[in-house]
């Protein structure tokens, strides 16, 4: 699936340069295009494989480059004014070899957090090709303001795409860590999970072609019917066959002797564990599965390790777990030492993550409009002198 990404804000831009880079280290083709907006001349500087003329500085009239804080209301704000800017940069690419738009950013911010859903909004009106998020949720430990910003963002921007895929930085937080450390590995982490899913469809020169493939529709189809989405992911080390590829998919599929058969039991039997960790284990936003309205399985790997069989148990385990009637799957092949089980589940509805986000963001609210209410009167006390003798100057 060829896609268009746009980094809004810091953590937009730090990520879509990483898929970048992995587009470029897998040579997997899902990035045709890829801009970074920005309202922090020094985050944009920062930046390594997006082009220079792909980056957009706006409100430089508001806040001349300095970036909006984590006031996600101004971010939206110079979204808006600006929008005509994000549009040239838009328009220099070529969204006609586009599937879909992906638009990237952290939600507990400003800039990417209040600007990600107006862009959105934009797209949507002008484009008649989907237009997905990928929205971060801040860890917990970030504080009120940011749990309050993501809250906001995270309604706006549902509400404003065709897919809102999530990744929580809380469940993904490493302690003992640094920040920068930190956001480094999980950064590579969402690239993998979400490189697997879209790059199932892009089969490049020299690549072989999977069995069952899983192409561009059937993703857009997975992410058709909007709400949320989130991504499961396990992977296991295989050796790579460096007969060049004499092993067939097909070995031990029937007929052959009894090592051939043994051969394609394990492989199923590795497929089939593959995606109970995957579906069970760490999701980019923790959920329960059950009551998903879609989901597309994706099994990459050497293509002598893949087999139809095992896909085909393993979507039926989906199935059953989902409730889904729609789920859809199938191989990705690829050179690399590792079979990997990437899940989207789409329309996932029972997420008490976010239920806490939204708690924790109204207790922080109403403690701020406290706060705002409690500092008036202080200062007022504070200058008007106690029986009221002074007058002020005008
Ligand atoms: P903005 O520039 O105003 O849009 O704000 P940022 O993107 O800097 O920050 C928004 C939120 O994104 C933060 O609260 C963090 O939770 C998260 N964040 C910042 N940098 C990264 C990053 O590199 N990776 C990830 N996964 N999250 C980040």
């Not at 996600?72 to 940069?89: F, H, K, P, R, S």
Request: glycine share 14%; charged share 25%.
């Amino acid at each position: 699936m060829k896609l268009a990404m746009i980094g809004f804000g810091q953590a937009g831009g730090k990520i879509v340069d990483r898929f970048l880079d992995y587009d470029d280290r897998t040579n997997s083709g899902i990035v045709r295009a890829a801009i970074a907006v920005n309202s922090a001349k020094a985050d944009l500087i920062g930046l390594d494989n997006i082009p220079q003329e792909n980056r957009v500085l706006i409100g430089q009239a508001r806040v001349k480059g300095h970036g909006v804080g984590a006031d996600n209301e101004l971010g939206a704000e110079i979204a808006e004014e600006d929008i005509d800017e994000v549009q040239n940069a838009i328009d220099a690419i070529p969204t006609h070899e586009v599937d879909a738009f992906l638009i990237v950013a952290g939600m507990g911010g400003g800039t990417g957090s209040g600007g990600a859903p107006v862009l959105a909004k934009h797209l949507k009106r002008i484009y008649t090709i989907p237009v997905y998020g990928l929205g971060v949720l801040p860890g917990t430990d970030e504080g009120g303001i940011y749990t309050l910003n993501a809250a906001r963002s995270f309604q706006t921007f549902v509400r404003e795409v065709d897919n809102l895929m999530v990744f929580d930085n809380d469940s993904w937080r490493q302690t003992g860590e640094s920040v920068e450390g930190g956001y480094d590995q999980i950064n590579e982490e969402i690239v993998r999970r979400f490189g697997i899913l879209f790059g199932a469809g892009e089969v490049g020169d020299g690549q072989e072609v999977a069995e069952s493939v899983v192409d561009s529709s059937e993703i857009i189809n997975t992410l058709s019917g909007g709400g949320v989405s989130t991504v499961g992911f396990a992977s296991e080390e295989v050796e790579l066959n460096t007969g060049g590829g004499l092993l067939s998919r097909f070995t031990g599929d029937g007929g052959g002797g009894s090592d051939d058969d043994l051969d394609a039991a394990n492989t199923t039997n590795r497929i089939t564990s593959l995606v109970r960790k995957a579906a069970l284990g760490r999701l980019t936003l923790p959920c329960e599965i059950e009551g998903t309205e879609r989901a597309l399985l994706v099994l990459s790997g050497p293509s002598e390790y893949l087999n139809r069989k095992g896909i085909e148990r393993g979507r039926k385990w989906l199935e059953e777990e989902t409730g889904s009637m729609e789920v859809r799957g199938g191989d990705f092949p690829r050179g690399e030492p590792e079979v990997a089980a990437a899940i989207l589940l789409s329309g996932v509805t029972n997420v008490p993550r976010i239920k806490r986000l939204q708690q924790v963001a109204i207790e922080a609210q109403d403690n701020i409009d406290d706060i705002q209410a409690e500092s008036e009167e202080n200062l007022e006390e504070l200058v008007e002198d106690d029986e009221d003798e002074l007058e002020p100057l005008f």
